[in-house]
């Protein structure tokens, strides 16, 4: 067993345990725990107690980690490993009673990704990825889909809500995906949209404007079951970019041909 894939009993017990915490919140959750960071940019007790979990139960297992979280300070440690954080990804859906929200934890080894887990908490389903032995949900392999084209695969993204820098050009972007795929979702969740591309549920995902910590585990969990994870123009070093396009190979290809004609130069 690799050193990274004996830390992984101890990581899923403090993720599940996490779960279960903001799980029980969320079925009393009322709106007026919510605080705004910003425009549209939601946070609650729940998220803050989660990460503060999070980065102690971590600390304990890899003492002397970074920590780069949606929710807390950035801390920095001196032991070359970096946990990236998003302990409640979909916030709103979460204060709005909207039961579709995960908790996403990466760890980074010298800037590579090393480990990834997405637990979508409401349905138990916790998607794990270690870097060279593939893609698990509830300890079983899973794989990205085999859909051949464009024209039958299902995608998934995102809408912006806090940049609207390039707001016209991506409304064009939408309707060039409605219009080749077989249907476009947006769900609420960057990190669960990675975790169902990996899984075969979606074929594809792409999305501007996104924070480390809503796709690195993503990011690692597509490429183990067999997936091409890149930022709009094709470079496979996406975790700080801020773009994302995700998909098995055959749709990916072919969903970057589209985002390069419609932003290459504007982003």
Known sequence: MSHHASLDPAL?????????????????????????????????????????????????????????????????????????IDPVDGTTNYTHGVPFWAISVALMHDQELVLGYVYEVMHDELFSAIKGQGTLLNGSPIRVSDTPGMDKALLATGFPYTDFSF??????????????????????SAALDLAYVAAGR????????????????????????????????????????????????????????????RMAGKI
């Open 167 to 188: 707001l016209e050009e991506y409304m064009l972007l939408f309707t060039d995906f409605i219009r080749a795929s077989h249907g476009l979702r947006r769900f609420g």
């Open 12 to 84: 899923q017990a403090a993720i599940r345990k996490v779960g279960a915490f903001a799980k029980n919140q969320f079925v009393n959750f009322s709106s007026s725990h919510i605080q705004y960071k910003g425009k549209n940019n939601l946070v609650s007790y729940v998220d803050i107690e989660s990460e503060k979990m999070l980065r102690d139960a971590f600390g304990h297992i890899l003492p002397d980690s970074s920590f780069i979280g949606e929710e807390g300070v950035d801390e920095y440690g001196g032991n070359g490993y970096t946990w990236i």
């Open 202 to 261: 979606f074929d594809g995902f792409f999305e501007f404007g996104l924070n480390p910590w809503d796709v690195a585990a993503g990011i690692l969990l597509v490429r183990e079951a067999g997936g091409r994870c890149t930022t709009f123009s094709g470079d496979e070093d996406c975790v700080f970019a801020r773009q994302t396009c995700a998909g098995n190979t055959q749709v990916h290809a072919q969903m970057l041909q589209i985002v390069e004609h």
